[in-house]
């Protein structure tokens, strides 16, 4: 059984300021997917990475992929109240018949 | 634009009670999946139909029976209904190819009281 943490589970910051969230596995994936809820809806898919090391950029929204394949992290830069919402990682591993495990999630609130 | 539609939103049922999550999605994918999602617990997978004619059980499956009635339409049937159940549920599809994300709809929250 493959596991998938993420940390923190909270985050409140200011306006303005950076943070980062990291996403670390139990077992190697094949690719990681991140996604943003927000209260009352689905998860919305941001970006997916497939290759050790990848670096993907969304606007102010870095996503890293660690070289071995283990873990992954998503850095906002100067972080806004639009930013507020509930960020999960799922990862696909290579024995999973296509199927994602997500992590918890990280619960970020930006004030304004 | 629809994506992924699922239907009802909101349902409270009685223990014991039985009934039907329709999802449906109009992007042509031939992964679908369902998820329930409690609170500090996350996406939890019940089952998933990689492809037309096939289901299989994924991690919490107890109490729920699922449909592939087409490539289009999965369902989820709680044939009895337990407080246990009380979550939100959401259907998810995917291709099988990259890039693999899903797309997710808006969910259903259900309580069984």
């Known amino acids: 059984t493959q596991l998938l943490e993420q940390s923190p589970q909270f985050l409140s910051i200011q306006e303005g300021e950076n943070l980062t969230v990291y996403c670390n596995s139990s077992s190697v994936f094949s690719s990681l997917q991140w996604y943003r809820q927000e209260p009352g809806e689905g998860p919305v898919l941001l970006v997916t990475v497939v290759t050790g090391g990848e670096v993907k950029k969304l606007k102010r929204l870095t996503f890293q992929f660690g070289d071995a394949r283990k873990d992954s992290s998503l850095h906002i830069t100067a972080a806004q109240p639009g930013d507020t919402g509930l960020y999960l990682c799922a990862a696909r591993y290579n024995t999973n018949a296509g199927k994602s495990t997500f992590g918890d999630g990280t619960t970020l609130t930006v004030k304004p | 634009n629809a994506g992924v539609t699922q239907t009802p939103k909101f349902q409270v049922l009685k223990t014991g009670q039985s009934m039907t999550l329709q999802c449906a999605q109009d992007?042509?994918?031939?992964?679908m999946y369902w998820y329930r999602q409690d609170p500090g617990m996350g996406l939890r997978l019940i089952y998933y139909?990689?492809?037309?004619?096939?289901?299989d059980k994924g991690e919490v499956p107890n109490g729920y029976n699922v449909s592939r009635l087409n490539k289009r339409e999965f369902s989820l049937r709680l044939e009895s209904a337990a407080p246990s159940q009380t979550s939100v549920y959401f259907c998810?599809?995917?291709?099988?190819?990259?890039?693999?994300?899903?797309?997710f709809g808006s969910g259903t929250r259900l309580t069984v009281v």
């Open positions: 992007m042509n994918h031939n992964s």
């Open positions: 139909s990689a492809s037309e004619g096939t289901t």
């Open positions: 998810a599809s995917s291709e099988r190819a990259p890039p693999y994300g899903y797309t």
